[in-house]
């Protein structure tokens, strides 16, 4: 008797309290007081981004993408995840549905412990950055969607302050990066893949038909600073705005000394890919490139951009080839960051989300709550 009176004083409790704010009707505040004992239902499936060019850096050429799409449900409610895999970073449909099928989120009882949840996610195995992120992200959008309102007012950045995103050309025949460029109409800054034996001619390809402010992804393809050195000088009469990850990653002091004398900032990319990275770079790189597939997803990567930024570094935030679900996520940091390559998503041919658009160039953030997904 006295245990079943305790337990309506309590739950009688919780709904007087919400009702005396007023909140009683507030969608947040229902799910809340209904919420007791519900679980968190986690599921994922591989998919495959077909790429639109055949895609060349330094090191590789490919057509396709794996990715895996998550979900987690909650009352009801749908948070989307996504991890993008390209085959180079050592991730993949197999590795990702081994470590996915290990996540038990059905012992937690409140999605909104986004700390605790993603500390055991990345306690259940190293690396797997991208399978970690696919859940990070649809955990925020769960959580987003749960209050709401999209991450990027959850964070307190401004809506109209975000960056124009550059638009990769990737390395080709004279013809086809010409054509790119034709098909980049709409954007104001271009990124070209250097780091090859053609890299003056790419450049000058490029030159020959716009004069659009370029950005230069070495992905580490020259070996000695001094010729490193005369390539940025060169680079900086053709209007290129900072150099990524001009060297391999291993010669820091090469690259440290290469940041001291270089006319043009120097970012790292992949040299850089979790917290304890940022304050390696500092000192050795001008800046950091952060990537959600890199870093196991937004909770971290908001991190790595305060850190940089209090730190005195640049932020560029760039991303994989990924569909609109991750370059959305990423999106809801960018007000903050100096400069953005979000450009994944326009590079596939098969993106089964609606998100975050570029329009005129410029990343712009909508009012869909959570990861500003329109579903
Ligand atoms: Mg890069």
């Not at 659009?212 to 900086?236: C, H, R, S």
């Not at 060297?247 to 043009?264: C, V, Y």
Request: proline share 5%; net charge neutral; charged share 25%.
């Amino acid at each position: 008797m006295k245990t079943t009176r305790r337990g309506f004083i309590k739950t009688g409790g919780i709904i007087a309290g919400a009702t005396a704010f007023g909140i009683q009707t507030n969608g947040f505040a229902k799910n809340f007081i209904k919420s007791k004992g519900s679980k968190m239902k986690f599921t994922f499936k591989p998919y495959t981004l077909e790429l639109k060019h055949v895609f060349t850096v330094a090191v590789n050429s490919r057509t396709t993408t794996p990715v895996m799409l998550t979900e987690i449900e909650y009352e009801g409610v749908k948070g989307f995840g996504e991890a993008s895999m390209p085959p180079y970073l050592g991730e993949s449909h197999e590795t990702a549905t081994r470590f996915l099928s290990k996540v038990n989120l059905e012992q937690f009882n409140d999605p909104f412990e986004l700390e605790k949840i993603l500390e055991y996610v990345d306690s259940i195995e190293e690396k797997n950055t991208a399978a970690k992120a696919s859940v990070d992200i649809a955990l925020h959008d769960l959580i987003g969607k749960l209050l709401n309102i999209p991450w990027y007012k959850i964070w307190g950045y401004e809506k109209s302050a975000t960056p124009f995103t550059s638009f990769t050309i990737g390395i080709d025949t004279p013809e086809v990066v010409k054509q790119k460029v034709k098909e980049a109409e709409e954007y104001k800054i271009l990124k070209v893949k250097l780091g090859r034996e053609n890299d003056k001619e790419m450049v000058q390809t490029i030159r020959s038909v716009t004069d659009k402010p370029l950005t230069a992804d070495v992905n580490q393809g020259w070996k000695e600073k001094q010729f490193a050195l005369e390539m940025i000088e060169w680079l900086k009469d053709y209007n290129v705005k900072f150099i990524e990850q001009p060297m391999p990653k291993e010669m820091i002091d090469d690259i440290a000394w290469l940041t001291e004398n270089s006319p043009l900032p120097i970012i790292g990319d992949e040299a850089v890919q979790r917290i304890p990275d940022v304050l390696k770079a500092h000192g050795v790189y001008s800046g950091i490139n952060i990537k959600l597939m890199k870093c196991t997803g937004m909770r971290e990567a908001n991190k790595m951009l305060n850190l940089a930024k209090s730190l005195g570094m640049k932020v560029m935030l760039g991303c994989m080839t990924e569909t609109s679900c991750a370059i959305s996520a990423a999106a809801q940091l960018s007000p903050m960051v100096d400069w953005a390559d979000l450009d994944g998503n326009l590079l596939i041919k098969n993106d089964p989300f609606e998100g975050v658009k570029v329009i005129d160039g410029k990343v712009t953030l909508n009012d869909f709550p959570g990861i500003g997904l329109k579903n």
